[in-house]
Nanobody, 126 residues
Framework: VQLVESGGGLVQPGGSLSVSCAASGFLFSNYAMGWFRQVPGKEREFVASISWSGGSTYYAESVKGRFTISRDNARKTVYLQMNSLKPEDTAVYYC????????????????????WGQGTQVTVSS
């Protein structure tokens, strides 16, 4: 299993950024997928999850209405579109694949995750 994130970078407050996660080594369309984020000295926290079909999504309260998770099963890729970014969104963003049978569109604890990507840095600063 391999999860490779891309698209992080530096953006000004109020700006937008999209990150992607290319998956390989498993049947992508069979699995829910998600995103977490982490800042130094803090626990990795849940951001969003999406069901295998893309029909159900769920967001942390802190990003609801600003972030959108989506997926393209043909491309084996999951996306996170981030709008109206705030300095407190600064973190390393990790793509996450839970164990088989996990339901997307719900909150996930870290213990549910079987595989992580390497992470991509998102910095929101003027």
């Amino acid at each position: 299993v391999q999860l490779v994130e891309s698209g992080g970078g530096l953006v000004q407050p109020g700006g937008s950024l999209s990150v992607s996660c290319a998956a390989s080594g498993f049947l992508f369309s069979n699995y829910a997928m998600g995103w977490f984020r982490q800042v130094p000295g803090k626990e990795r926290e849940f951001v969003a999850s999406i069901s295998w079909s893309g029909g159900s999504t769920y967001y942390a309260e802190s990003v609801k209405g600003r972030f959108t998770i989506s997926r393209d099963n043909a491309r084996k890729t999951v996306y996170l579109q981030m709008n109206s970014l705030k300095p407190e969104d600064t973190a390393v963003y990790y793509c996450a694949r839970p164990g088989p049978g996990s339901i997307g569109g719900t909150y996930w604890y870290k213990a549910r995750i079987d595989y992580w990507g390497q992470g991509t840095q998102v910095t929101v600063s003027s």
